[in-house]
């Protein structure tokens, strides 16, 4: 099994940072891609920003140049810096790992639980 954790939410005043952490426990043989979702009220779950194994990264066009997605190998986590955040960024934010486990054969996505970002005056 694989556990993901995350950290880092809260309230934040428009223009303000938040980071979120991601980390990844269990019996995980390798790791692919992770990422960042969000889901607003009333909203389909979007796209963040991912970021390859190789660290190539991508990121939805309403956080570039704001956001930046790194991770660490070493530690099987996930940061998600995000900066100048605005009220539209207010959602459950949600960590995703793309990893095989041992005795596995195959890829499979993995969920954190969600952090909940609020961005308010």
């Known amino acids: 099994q694989v556990q993901l954790v995350e950290s880092g939410g809260g309230l934040v005043q428009p223009g303000g940072s938040l980071r979120l952490s991601c980390a990844a426990s269990g019996s995980i043989f390798s790791i692919n891609a992770m990422g960042w979702y969000r889901q607003a009220p009333g909203k389909q779950r979007e796209l963040v920003a991912v970021i390859g194994s190789g660290g190539s990264t991508n990121y939805a066009d309403s956080v570039k140049g704001r956001f930046t997605i790194s991770r660490d190998n070493a530690k099987n986590t996930v940061y998600l810096q995000m900066n100048s955040l605005k009220p539209e960024d207010t959602a459950v934010y949600y960590c995703?790992?793309?990893?095989?486990?041992?005795?596995?054969?195959?890829?499979?996505?993995?969920w954190g639980q969600g952090t909940q970002v609020t961005v308010s005056s």
């Open positions: 995703n790992v793309n990893a095989v486990e041992y005795g596995s054969n195959w890829y499979r996505d993995y």
